[in-house]
């Protein structure tokens, strides 16, 4: 069974940072692809990262951002701790939302909710002006 664990949240000032991180259970860890998303009040679930491994003569990591993030948060993967982590810097307050991550477990890692079969509790984080 796989589970997901986010910590890191908190309270931080606009231009602030934090590093969040994804905790995650189950065989085959290194196959998923995991994304992180968002949900402020009131609106939808949004994409804001994804992280998978390529595959192919060149292998390696891949890692995918929305337009609103990109710059400022790097997501990357420890397979030896089984974790994830989404750095953010430069943060607004508009970044303030419930953050989630979730695994792919087909590998795919893009923008696509739907595509995340397994997510996390959530972790806030709130961005003061």
């Known amino acids: 069974q796989v589970q997901l664990e986010e910590s890191g949240g908190g309270l931080v000032q606009a231009g602030g940072s934090l590093r969040l991180s994804c905790a995650v259970s189950?065989?085959?860890?290194?196959?998923?692809?995991v994304g992180w998303f968002r949900q402020a009040p009131g609106l939808d679930r949004e994409f804001i990262a994804a992280i998978r491994w390529s595959w192919g003569s060149w292998g390696g990591l891949s890692t995918y951002y929305a337009d609103s993030v990109k710059g400022r948060f790097t997501v990357s993967r420890d397979n030896r701790k089984d974790t994830v982590y989404l750095q953010m810097s430069s943060l607004k307050p508009e970044d303030t939302a419930l953050y989630y991550c979730?695994?792919?477990?087909?590998?795919?890692?893009?923008?696509?909710?739907?595509?995340?079969?397994?997510w996390g509790q959530g972790t806030q984080v709130t961005v003061s002006s």
């Open positions: 979730a695994a792919d477990r087909a590998g795919r890692g893009t923008s696509v909710l739907g595509e995340y079969d397994v």
């Open positions: 189950g065989r085959s860890f290194s196959r998923f692809a």
